[in-house]
């Protein structure tokens, strides 16, 4: 069967997340949108997965647990995993791994977690958008422990891209998947190429263009498999 996706989509839990992106509105706009299947990846950390796993099941739309980690070597990986509880467990160690700075919301924005009712249940202390100690080989490794499918995340940007930061995509790392911002992009015929919105506001997740993949069933496990 083949599906719509947008698998890299950020909430109101990262501080360059729009407060608008609250769980009911981004699962509310996946189904305007008529998306069989989305993954809302928060700078290294879970916690507002657990509303959305839920909203999403509801409304019968497909979440992918997510987390677009930072490396040490601040490069993203957008990494999908096979479950909320792998995904929350490999945030727990994502926070510890961040350095001790503080969250200042009026110059990074707030980091809000939120239940199933859009109510705010917690903040994050932690600056979410600061680099983990793990360098990208350890990410790649721990969310692959976790049984999940680690991504190089949009490969063609200026910033925060395993292309800008390193020069090249390591072959040691055994990617076959890779996030594209803009495509078409040169070198990419060795890989699985996705597109998604990288939305931190609903605007830029309704403006995205629609993008699908074929899988033999609506599963978790089945879009991991096509992209591992």
């Given amino acids: ?94 926070y510890a791994l961040l350095p001790d700075v503080p969250n200042d919301p009026e110059i990074f924005g707030d980091q809000l977690i939120m239940d199933e009712d859009d109510k705010v249940i917690g903040t994050v202390e932690k600056l979410l958008i600061n680099a983990t100690s793990l360098s990208i080989e350890k990410v790649f490794d721990k969310v692959r422990g976790y049984g999940g499918v680690p991504i190089p995340a949009h490969i063609d940007k200026s910033a925060y891209s395993v292309i800008s930061n390193l020069g090249f995509i390591p072959p040691e790392l055994n990617t076959r998947t890779i996030e594209v911002k803009n495509p078409p992009y040169p070198s990419a015929a060795d890989y699985k190429v996705i597109t998604n919105s990288d939305a931190h506001t609903l605007e830029t997740m309704s403006m995205h263009e629609e993008n699908t993949i074929e899988i033999p069933g609506k599963t978790v496990n089945n879009i991991l498999a096509l992209l591992s």
């Fill in 1 to 94: 069967m083949r599906i719509t996706y947008d698998f890299h989509i950020h909430s109101c839990l990262s501080p360059c997340g729009d407060n608008d992106m609250t769980p009911n509105n981004i699962v509310g706009m996946a189904g305007i949108l008529e998306l069989d299947a989305i993954a809302v990846s928060d700078h290294n950390s879970a916690l507002n997965l657990p509303s959305i796993c839920k909203l999403g099941q509801e409304q019968g739309i497909l979440v992918v647990p997510a987390i677009e980690i930072t490396t040490a070597e601040e490069v993203h990986i957008l990494s999908l995993f096979p479950c909320l509880d792998a995904a929350l467990n490999m945030g727990e160690e994502l």
